[in-house]
């Protein structure tokens, strides 16, 4: 099965992954949010234990599921590759921008893309951000920018990440070991099971397709070449129909509810952060964790990155929040980066610059 | 015969390295991967500008002879 030789079967691969996103959002997961790789690690990590934000810890079957839905289909169509060795603790580094990024802008482009779907104009204004940072990771690999090679390693190597997913998963079923919010977004979730399931179609369907948020526009930047942008098409059009048909689509800014800001130049500093260090480190964070199911060890430490700088946003404060309404008093209370934020993302743009400056190609030296 | 050794980079890389290889070559060029998605980009791009891609799995990577 191969979905990424025609625009047409790369649209049907977005269309899919949207009818799953929908049909968590629609059994329970948070409104607007319905499948961010970026917050549902962060509620992962929490839910670890490694940051203790209450609102915000679950351990997400779907993040479990895309790891294992592309580790069994690339084991089962021969694409398993364990590779390792590319400049692993730039890409950890790499990992944390991605998730700090993320989580100052609250979503990843996933979740970007969704929330354009649902009227956020938010979102709409973080995408300037977002296609800049491509084009300035475009501009570093015109300049010669590489990581360097990855190398094939012990095959075991490869799955080390998937089992440490299914171990999570073990945890989530058989103990009480895993924290869980009992309220806020972290509360809000569709049944474990059709969690898992999703994440399972997703993650498979994400391999077969080579989805990648960073990619599509990078491939448009670069190469004028438009089809990873029919998967983002597809799955636009399919959320965009659920929201409408649910009552879900609301147009504007500053609506309370549905974990977003209007602090502008923020949302698009963020993205433009997750943007320029996902084509340094060759991916979204969703092709990172199809990646890391499909045996890359780098891309494995990548999303360990995430985990890492998922723990310090809550940690340390730098995280946003969300616009919402006060209970008592019915007053919108507008949401903001905090100072710490607006720090940690402009040191996060320029430590991709030095990245990017740095790492060269061996004939560009 | 010009050879384009992308083995173990990351995504775009080899088909940069291919896309500035093909640009100037009057003979075959021998573009290696090591993904199997990265084998059917390389194949793509040589189709979309009117070459003949040729493709072999070897030990460990994909050898693709673009004519």
Redesign the interface.
Known sequence: MNLSDSKKKLALAGVVCGLVAACLAFMGNPANMAFCIACFIRDTAGALGMHQAEVVQYARPEVIGLVLGAFIISVATKEYRSTAGSSTMTRFVLGMIIMIGSLVFLGCPLRMIIRMSAGDLNAWVALAGFIFGVATGVFALRRGFSLGRAHVTNKASGAVLPVLMAGILVLALCSSLLKASEAGPGSLHAPLIASLIGGLVFGAFAQKSRMCFAGSMRDIILMKNFDLFSVIVGLFVVMLAFNVATGRFVLGFNTPGIIAHSDHLWNVLGMYAVGFAAVLAGGCPLRQLILAGQGSSDSAVTVLGMFFGAALCHNFGLAASGTALNAETKEVVAGAVPLNGKVACIICILVCFAIAFTHKREEKK | MKEVDA???????P??LT?DALKDAKEAVRVLV????QR?NVE?YAKDHGKTPVSSEKD?YFEVVIK
């Open positions: 083995r173990g980079l990351s995504c775009p890389e088909l940069m896309a090591t993904e199997p998605h059917m793509k460990g």
